[in-house]
């Protein structure tokens, strides 16, 4: 699989990663051994970047992949995790070294891990992004060796920006796909041109990208999917990537008709996210093995032709522009 330098870190991951958030919880029941067995066959497919958090399943998801770890120890992938949400209550002033460093080596325990290659601030309060404290503090987490290279995962594009300022952040994570233009406007470019890295997060939109749902589709109870679409646990942005079911579900069977003979809605849409200057990498999550290995083909399409990206942009401007562009 092609590679790409994931921004500050120097590090070379795959270009398709895997987003292990539905490994731990908030996506319906996913056992152990379909989640190992995830993991195992999206490293046979060549991935090469797993990115998680410590409070997918409350350290679940975290743990699973340290099992990985331990089961393949000369594998060179990539981990991403983030820290942040085990505030409670989630706030600015929670962001303290003490705190920022209880909750890295609770990663490093669950991963198995003397030294995370990542951690990431997983979406703070905004006034967290241009607190001096907060950076000098992962600074030190780099200095005392429990961390190798730190970023940020944000809500807004606005937020992304005021990261960027700051020299120590390698990597901005940020909600990026055919229905989520707006960072391909000025945050991209200017992540490219400071050398950070971009990591494009909730790539097929909740699985609306799949092209495989309808009107009436349904998902369980503990799936944020349905609990989740007004924001009543987090951002609402983070589910459907904020837009209405069912004008997503319209936009998607639009989207669908372009797909190319041989290929799945779902690697047409990360083959978009793909050819977008300036993105590292993609994590589409997978709950099987079969989900992580079409999910990896994608990065084997050809560039998208012209026409085609017309044609996601008019759906975007059409459809989806007006709910999301101005919110994140």
């Known amino acids: 699989m092609e590679q790409r330098t994931l921004g500050r870190t120097q590090r070379q991951v795959s270009v398709v990663g895997l987003g292990a958030w539905q490994l731990g919880a908030d996506w319906g029941e996913v056992d152990e051994s379909d989640a190992l067995a995830t993991l195992d ?3 046979e ?6 990115d998680t958090a410590d409070v997918y399943g409350d350290g679940r998801s975290e743990t699973v992949i340290g099992k990985l770890l331990k089961a393949r120890p000369d594998s060179g992938v990539f981990v991403a995790t983030k820290a942040g949400r085990r505030a409670d209550p989630h706030v600015a002033e929670a962001y303290t070294l003490e705190n920022l460093r209880s909750w890295v080596d609770r990663s490093r325990t669950n991963l198995g891990v ?7 601030l997983h979406c703070p309060p905004t006034a967290v992004y241009s607190t001096d404290a907060v950076y000098d503090a992962l600074d030190t987490l780099v200095a005392e060796q429990r961390v190798a290279a730190y970023g940020v995962s944000v809500e807004t594009v606005a937020e992304a920006q005021t990261a960027l300022e700051r020299p120590g952040v390698a990597t901005i994570q940020v909600i990026l796909n055919a229905f989520r233009q707006k960072p391909l406007e000025e945050l991209l470019p200017a992540a490219a041109a400071a050398g950070v890295g971009i990591i494009a997060r909730v790539p097929l939109a909740s699985g609306l990208l799949s092209g495989k749902y309808d009107e009436s589709t349904e998902f369980g109870a503990d799936d944020h999917r349905t609990y989740n679409r007004n924001g009543e646990a987090f951002d609402v942005g983070e589910t459907f990537a ?14 669908a008709a372009l ?3 041989g290929a799945t809605t779902a690697q047409l849409a990360l083959r978009w ?3 977008q200057p300036g993105v590292s990498v993609v994590i589409p999550g997978a709950r099987n093995a079969d989900q992580a290995r079409s999910n990896a083909a994608a990065a084997a399409l050809p560039p998208l032709d012209d026409a085609t990206r017309t044609r996601i942009r008019d759906v975007y401007d059409a459809r989806i522009r007006p709910q999301v562009h101005s919110r994140w």
């Open 41 to 43: 066959a999206a490293l």
């Open 273 to 275: 996210i793909l050819d």
């Open 114 to 120: 003397d030294v995370l290659d990542l951690v990431q």
């Open 259 to 261: 797909t190319p003979s």
């Open 242 to 255: 904020g837009v209405d079911f069912v004008t997503g579900v319209q936009a998607a069977r639009e989207i």
């Open 45 to 50: 497919a060549g991935v090469t970047f797993i």
